[in-house]
């Protein structure tokens, strides 16, 4: 049926063409955005998850930002850990140019203690961004550590945020000092006994070590007529138990700083025995101490039924208002003045270079721990991005053709509708 009220063909014609239109408009916005999702409108499932990659990247770049200072503050660590090994180097070796007896001690004396001020200068001036690595004297619980922001981890109940941890560590020279009175006093936190049995273990794993705690190995030796051991060069106090006077003075003693373990603790009285043995020439094969773990094993090759050694490891709690020191405090106590001086500082000097490369070593692989994780950082931001822009961009090729097609469709909707529009004018010629 034909009708010049309802031209059915022109409206089918020109809905083809609002159509084929609106999706040009589509078109020529991708094409000037470049995003196949520019808002919400346009998909909003798509939409919302690219919003929260953005988030997402933006994040990572935030962390980025935090490992590059972490890097940077490591690095100047270690730079500095590294510098003072070197110069320790050098003491070591006018501590054996010391050993000759026709050099001027007292000149080499003066250049050691210029080599240690230049050391406590190293340690003052290692810091970056205000921390300090090279210094960990802080009494307050973490002072020992920081943190440095390592990721963003998104969950299903939110986001959560992950630090690397890494610890200060102390290559000062300052002195320490244990209270004489105050706090809790433990003369045997740990104890072993040499006669027969040869070999005992100290174990420390209980011990409570917290910044400003502080502890001690004495040792008491019974050999009434000196027949294995002379008496009284193995004993460090009156008693078989130490006071805590005797403490104080004592000088196998060590203050933890925030961070140690019982095994710090065990590696720090071995390193002040080792100083002690050597300073008052003591013989190893009558009474020697190693650290294993978090215990101290000492040892004698002499010792029998009537001839033994009693060694205590004390405590002093941190409220005791003890004085935490340096790492290479003993570095203060080297003196080549003197033949014997000279030869305590051989000793002495061997244990702070094994501290200081041992620190310098732990900086180095803390230091690659965050270039690592900041290359994962890096590359997974890359990930990121093209994955957000695998959602949000358009193909441009895609698009040009599409487009191209659609002026073509376009073309012939605008001739479908004029032919359409015309279909009425041949009604006339029935009335003709």
């Known amino acids: 049926m034909s009708s010049i009220l309802t031209n059915d063909g022109a409206t089918t014609a020109l809905a083809t063409l609002r159509n084929i239109n609106s999706q040009i408009a589509t078109t020529q916005n991708q094409i000037s955005t470049g995003k196949r999702v520019a808002d919400s409108t346009d998909n909003a499932a798509v939409w919302s998850i690219s919003k929260t990659m953005r988030a997402d990247i933006e994040g990572f770049r935030n962390v980025s930002s935090s ?12 730079q500095g850990a590294e510098t003072i090994t070197e110069l320790l180097t050098d003491i070591k070796g006018k501590i054996v140019a010391a050993q000759e007896g026709n050099v001027d001690r007292d000149k080499i004396q003066t250049n050691i203690a210029a080599l240690r001020e230049q050391i406590d200068g190293i340690v003052s001036s290692a810091a970056f961004n205000g921390q300090n690595l090279l210094q960990n004297r802080g009494t307050d619980a973490g002072s020992g550590q920081i943190s440095v922001l390592a990721s963003i981890d998104r969950t299903n109940d939110g986001v959560d945020s992950s630090d690397l941890s890494f610890r200060r560590r102390d290559l000062g020279t300052s002195t320490s000092a244990i209270a004489a009175t105050g706090g809790t006093f433990d003369a045997t936190a740990a104890t072993g006994t040499l006669d027969t049995t040869q070999e005992a273990t100290l174990d420390l794993s209980g ?30 106090n009156a008693l078989a138990d130490q006071t805590q006077t005797e403490m104080a003075a004592s000088d196998i003693s060590y203050v933890a700083r925030d961070g140690d373990t019982a095994g710090d603790v065990a590696r720090a009285l071995k ?42 490891v004390s405590s002093l709690t941190a409220d005791a208002g003890n004085t935490i020191g340096g790492g290479l405090e003993a570095l203060t106590e080297i003196n080549v003045t003197t033949s014997d001086g000279a030869n305590t500082a051989l000793v002495q000097i061997e244990g702070l270079l094994s501290y200081s490369i041992d620190t310098a070593a732990a900086f180095g692989s803390d230091q690659g721990r965050i270039d690592t994780q900041s290359t994962f950082v890096g590359k997974l931001t890359d990930v990121l991005k093209s994955g957000l822009g695998q959602l949000e961009d358009a193909d441009m090729e895609d698009t040009s053709a599409r487009l191209q097609a659609l002026q073509v469709q376009q ?22």
């Open 411 to 432: 073309q012939l909707a605008v001739q479908a509708l004029s032919i359409a529009n015309s279909a009425p004018q041949q009604l006339l010629s029935l009335f003709r």
């Open 271 to 312: 390193a002040e025995w080792d100083n002690y043995a050597a300073k008052n020439k003591l013989d190893k094969d009558v009474f020697d101490v190693r650290a294993s773990g978090q215990s101290l094993v000492v040892s004698s090759n002499v010792t029998t039924a009537g001839d033994s050694i009693i060694a205590n």
């Open 207 to 236: 011990l409570d070590v917290t910044a400003g705690a502080a502890f001690s190995l004495s040792i008491f030796g019974t050999d009434a007529n000196d027949s294995s051991f002379p008496q009284a060069d193995y004993r460090t």
């Open 67 to 78: 490992l590059a200072l972490g890097q940077s503050t490591m690095a100047v660590a270690r």
